[in-house]
């Protein structure tokens, strides 16, 4: 373990848990808290998660996709799940598969083991052309590790849908990319989806964490990025100069039913990731404008920032976080179905749970695969059709307004 709160100067606690001789890409682990021993617990159980992730796993099953279905097993199609599948992927080619858990159906489903577990080399030609955490979490139950996994896939959701409408369609439509340039409010309207949160309305928790962030002479952000689902997800950003290898800006989410849980978690991780760029220990960042993989865009240092953009330049009226629906819980398995009921409310029909939780050490750990959530915002490997449909209601939204406002009155 390692405290490196003191590498930054906001003081917002950060330490480090370092697994020398790793098998993963990464062996240093992070993690973050209100208090030394919540950051220690947080980076601890990173690393544990993907120690978990990456541990053999005995298939239930070898055998093809159309194979499965032809015995009338319960099986997971490989293709709906958003990461791109890998050029040496085909129905009918033989792959492993687990059994995981379809929290919606209540009924076990087999799942293409590339799918459920986290490894950089496989036994056998991947399913798909990366591997990713998304989905993988640890907790002192199976309970708690399944409700942060559900909502670390709500929050890449999320993510991803901000980053289409409020700034990938935004730009398209402002600077008139292969479309007729559109007049500003057309944009601006874009941006309000994803309105900034009035700071002086946060919690008293938040307010105080916001306030080290202030007295240190940094500006943050606070945006609502909460989607259809209705899970409240959060962006905190901050922007800051710290040389040239060093990131010019960073950002922070979070999601949980209770909307100050995760504007709790934004705000700290956002102090994470600053304190973990100066440190530069972690072997997945690279540095501006180095050359990587797009499943690496999230861990590649920014060079410039723009501070005209969306996350920086509020639009309307700031929200107040009394107006930001919140769900009060004591109860993590209330809040699994409450999390359950949303995604089921919006068409999703499986949320399948595969415990990987290690032998002999007393923490589960498990992946969660929601089929149809996006996470093309974090990867940049595949957008499905949630994020397309979100697309599309936002230019047809936007046609009806532009239609409206060109009626005389």
């Not at 907790?139 to 929050?155: M, P, Q, T």
């Not at 979070?254 to 100050?260: I, R, S």
């Not at 705000?267 to 501006?288: F, H, K, N, T, Y």
């Not at 589960?364 to 996006?374: D, I, K």
């Amino acid at each position: 373990m390692a405290d490196i709160t003191w590498l930054d100067r906001i003081g917002i606690p950060v330490y480090n848990a370092i697994s020398p001789r790793s098998h993963d890409v990464i062996s240093v682990y992070n993690g973050k808290g209100a208090r030394p021993i919540d950051a220690m617990t947080s980076a601890v159980m990173e690393g544990i998660e993907r120690f978990s992730g990456w541990l053999p796993v005995r298939p239930a099953a070898i055998a093809s996709y159309e194979e499965l279905l032809s015995q009338g097993r319960t099986v997971l199609n490989p293709r709906d799940y958003n990461l791109e599948l890998s050029r040496h992927y085909r129905d009918d080619a033989p792959i492993s598969w687990v059994e995981g858990f379809d929290l919606l159906n209540e009924e076990p489903i087999l799942v293409a083991q590339d799918c459920a577990v986290y490894n950089i080399k496989m036994h056998e030609p991947p399913t798909y052309e990366i591997s990713t955490t998304n989905g993988l979490a640890s907790g002192n139950s199976l309970e708690e590790a399944i409700c942060h996994a559900l909502c670390e896939v709500i929050e890449r959701d999320s993510i991803t849908i901000a980053e289409l409408l409020s700034s990938q369609l935004s730009q398209v439509l402002e600077k008139g990319l292969h479309v007729e340039r559109q007049p500003v409010a057309l944009s601006e309207r874009l941006k309000e989806l994803h309105p900034h949160i009035d700071l002086e309305s946060l919690p008293q928790r938040a307010q105080a964490l916001v306030q080290q962030v202030r007295t240190a002479g940094i500006e943050m952000r606070v945006i609502n990025i909460t989607t259809d689902l209705g899970v409240p997800s959060f962006m905190a950003a901050t922007a800051e100069d710290l040389g040239p290898t060093v990131s010019k800006g960073h950002g922070g989410f979070g999601t949980h039913p209770d909307a100050e849980v995760a504007l709790l978690r934004a705000i700290s991780e956002c102090a994470q990731g600053r304190a973990v760029d100066i440190q530069a220990m972690r072997e997945d960042i690279s540095l501006p404008g180095e050359d990587v993989p797009k499943n690496q865009y999230h861990v590649r240092r920014s060079s410039t920032l723009d501070k005209g953009g969306w996350a920086w330049r509020p639009v309307g009226k700031l929200t107040r976080m009394s107006e930001v629906s919140s769900r009060q819980s004591d109860d993590i398995v209330a809040d699994i179905r409450f999390m359950l009921d949303r995604l089921r409310s919006r068409g999703i029909q499986r949320a399948v749970a595969v415990d990987l939780s290690p032998p002999g050490i007393p923490v589960n750990v498990v992946r969660v695969v929601v089929p149809h959530l996006e996470s093309w915002g974090v990867d940049y490997s595949k957008l499905g059709p949630r994020g397309a449909q979100a697309w599309t209601r936002a230019l047809t939204d936007l046609t009806a307004r532009k239609r409206e406002s060109e009626i005389p009155a």
